[in-house]
């Protein structure tokens, strides 16, 4: 709960208290509570169209409310200043729907992109983060491949290794396992619980892939017409009695959905 602004749980990363926003006619959220526990992972689940990139647009505050506010670390992001919150963005490691990586530039280019940008490190010390990034991400000796030269999965782990180059407090995934085969999904999974791990950060991830969800997760969030309509753990999901949870979960279509048929 919190006080006067300020969050007073310091356990509690990052917060989104009532937010709404809204893009012309179409209300995206309509009053989202949300709040990431330190340490933890939250997966964010809900259809096409959601809203689930918004919610994460407004953490890294590519986005901001119409109404309702954002915290990190119990102080109000969605009202800083560009500069103030030029400080700030570091903490965030952000992984792109479609990884994102700048085909002009090798890997670890790409890597040391944001590290030269708010750091002032010598070429070798650049170096020598890009190592230990690809090795996080099992990918070691691969710097001088473009990405062209890399399969879907290899891009994904390369983008990752980009989001934590500065050893963010909190990875935001955008669907990280979208347009993988089962196998190379897994392997994002395997990482997404490995970094959690390793680097003891608070993770969210939003997905549509069950079983992605259900291995990563140890909070689980459905988005539904603006609002979350669920907050459980992988167990407590499966026993929700919430009819638009459940077809969710279990991938069957409404009777909505067919009536169209
Ligand atoms: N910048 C924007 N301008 C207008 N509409 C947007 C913008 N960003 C998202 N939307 C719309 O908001 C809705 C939710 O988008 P999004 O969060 O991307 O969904 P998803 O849950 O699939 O990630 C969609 O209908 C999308 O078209
Ligand atoms: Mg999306």
């Known amino acids: 709960m919190s006080t006067a602004g ?12 009532n937010v709404h926003k809204r893009f012309d006619k179409l209300v995206v959220l309509d009053g989202v509570n949300l709040d990431l526990r330190r340490g933890e992972t939250t997966v964010i689940l809900g259809e096409s169209g959601a809203g689930k990139s918004v919610i994460l647009k407004h953490i890294v505050r590519v986005l901001r409310p119409d109404k309702g506010e954002v915290y990190f670390r119990g102080r109000r992001i969605d009202e800083l200043s560009e500069r103030k919150l030029s400080r700030i963005r570091p903490e965030f490691g952000f992984l792109f729907q ?33 190592r230990q990034k690809l090795a996080m991400v099992g990918l070691s000796g691969i710097e001088k491949k473009w990405p062209a030269e890399l399969s879907g999965g290899q891009k994904k782990r390369v983008a990752l290794a980009r989001a934590i180059a500065l050893d963010p407090k909190i990875i935001l995934y955008d669907e990280p396992t979208t347009g993988l085969d089962p196998p ?33 997760a140890d909070r689980i969030m459905m988005l539904y017409h603006g609002k979350f309509i669920f907050d459980g753990t992988p167990q407590t999901i499966k026993e929700s009695s919430d009819e638009r949870v459940q077809h969710f979960v279990e991938g069957r279509a409404t009777e909505e959905d067919l009536a169209s048929l």
Do not use: C, W, Y
């Open 6 to 17: 300020k969050t007073s749980n310091g356990q509690i990363e990052v917060e989104l208290r």
């Open 98 to 130: 479609l990884s994102a990586l700048f085909d002009s530039m090798n890997v670890r280019d790409n890597i040391a992109f944001p590290i030269i940008e708010h750091r002032r490190l010598k070429d070798r010390e650049v170096d020598e983060i890009v």
């Open 184 to 216: 190379r999904s897994d392997v994002i999974n395997e990482l997404i619980l490995k970094l959690k791990r390793k680097l003891n950060v608070t993770s969210i991830v939003v997905t549509h892939d069950m079983t992605s969800a259900m291995k990563v």
